[in-house]
């Protein structure tokens, strides 16, 4: 697929890109040269910023050496420490700069100064796009090794050799993409003026991402999966999607869907003839499914197809995908991330978030999507909940101390009729004895009287889906789409007619139906919001940071456990915890662990992921996509 096209080859509309224009300004470079009593030591940096700007949000590791107060090392610092040379722990000017003492040895060394060096985002060695993770891409763009409409074209050309292409004749074509945006370059463009003039203004300056086709976007259609909605190009985008803009992100492309976002098989009929559908592969095994509902972005970030991703998640949409495709998923608390400009499926539990080959990755992409939003009352709860960045809980060592718990069944559902997975068994010990190495007390817990009656209850997406459905039409949907009701879209042939009557039984649900399940005094409206009470109950009763269980199994689903975020709202964060091997079913084959926490507590789970994904690296490289000639 080239830069400029859809799936069926016509052209996008065009738009501008950034709200506010980009100055450029010439760029110097500067460089320090520090001699140390043994060896001379040649420090290469990047240029000075040319003009005063608020620091990117950064976590703690490059900032915590800031000696000039703008919550970032760069240049500016190298040149106060440099002049603070022998400066020892009697001198008079020590506080300003014992914090870079790193050798302990009360004296300011070009030891030290070469320590304070590798905290700046800068890396003028070779760049190396597959698996690169925002820290690589912008350290190298501030070097001047890559560019963003290098790392740009880079993923164009990528998305074009690989995800139609079948990789052999055992092999199915990922389809993971459904549109590319004819201003990805422009945008990069525009970022790379940005951070000569001023910069690096943002992690995600620069960064090219993936969406799920459910978000809104002015410069490609969204088409949610449905042939019966090639023609919806929207004139603004979604609330998250302008959050990435405002950070300096290019938006490259649109990502396939399980349609309408109904399930996990992640099958679309998006511009294909009328009776024509496609399913999503995974990178890993293409004969399985990339997971759905957000398998396209699944299937493009890990086989290394953008930088980041952006899906939905109901009832594992987000989570599903990632625990196929080695990923990272946060499936955010219902209220944090905006909803408005997305095609819903069930607001009563829906929720978009990143999806990434990092937790680093995922943390800056929540960074910038968070927020209070009037086209979303919801979001009004978070007020005075958030941190300035998420990547401040990004620590090593945040296992140690924690306190995890989990609920047998959750692990092996035996005992409640269903069928238990080896492997899964297997990961999940392992990632036990990892955590309690690291630090953690994890405690096996009492399966509450409640907790079924809470996992049982199913999503929202048959009963809320017509009415969500309408108000997104009425707000957004463009005037060029003729199908505008389920009826209609199933009058047009142009959507996956295998689920017709899935189509069908949702569009019987009258508004009496919708106000007694989601209504303000709704069935499932009140299971909702005793099922977040009880789960904040019980890790207040244990003193718990989080709860622990398994995604999923190897491309499968496991029991209920995919209902217990969606069930009260609470946020989880989902990363790999290892793969199947010889002698169990499909080698190679991905799991991931899941901790969820408290509302609005994002940070705490995220520290807890990093911490383990930290120690333990099981993130694998989908072997059929390597870097390009």
Known sequence: MSANTRIDGTPSASHSWRKTPVKTTTRTIAVAAIVGTAAATAISVPATAATEIDAPLLMPYYTDLDLTGDAQ??????????????????????????????????EITV??????????????????????????????????????????????????????????????????IISTSDVALDAAAAADAERAAEGMTSMLLGVPIALKDNYNTYDMPTTAGCGCWDDNQTDSDAT????????????????????FAYGFTSQFSAFQEAGETTYIASPYFTNETAGGSSGGTGAAIAANLAGIGFGTDTGGSIRVPSSYNALVGIRPTVGLTSRDGIVPLALSQDTGGPMARSVLDAAVALDATIGIDEGDPITANQAGLTPESYTEALDPEALDGARIGYIPVMVDPSSAGSSGDATTIRLFGETVDTMEAEGATVIELEQPEWFLDLVNEGSGSTNEFRHDLEEYVDAYLAPEVAARTIPEIIESGRFVTSRERTYERRAEVTEEDYDAWAGPEGSHTAILAQGKIDMHALLEEYDLDAIIYPSGQPYGTQWRNLRLSPNTGMPTVTLPMGQSIEGEELPGANVNIEILGRDYDEATILGLAYSFEQATEYRTTPALYPALD
């Not at 100064?113 to 993770?133: C, N, T």
């Not at 990435?244 to 349609?259: C, M, P, T």
């Open 240 to 259: 998250m999607v302008e959050g990435l803009r405002d950070a300096g992100a290019v938006i490259l492309a649109k990502a396939s869907l399980d349609e």
């Open 111 to 176: 030891v030290d100064i070469a320590g304070l060096s590798q905290r700046m985002v800068y890396d003028d060695g070779p760049f190396d796009l597959i698996e690169a993770d925002v820290i690589e891409m912008q350290a190298a763009m501030n070097a001047g090794v890559t560019t963003s409409v290098e790392i740009t074209t880079a993923y164009l050309d990528r998305i074009a050799a690989y995800d139609t292409v079948a990789q052999g004749e055992e092999e199915r074509a990922l389809n993971s």
């Open 73 to 106: 090392v760069t240049t500016a610092d190298l040149d106060v420490a440099t002049a603070a040379l022998g400066t020892v722990s009697t001198d008079a000017g020590w506080a300003d700069v014992s914090v870079i003492d790193l050798d302990e040895d009360g």
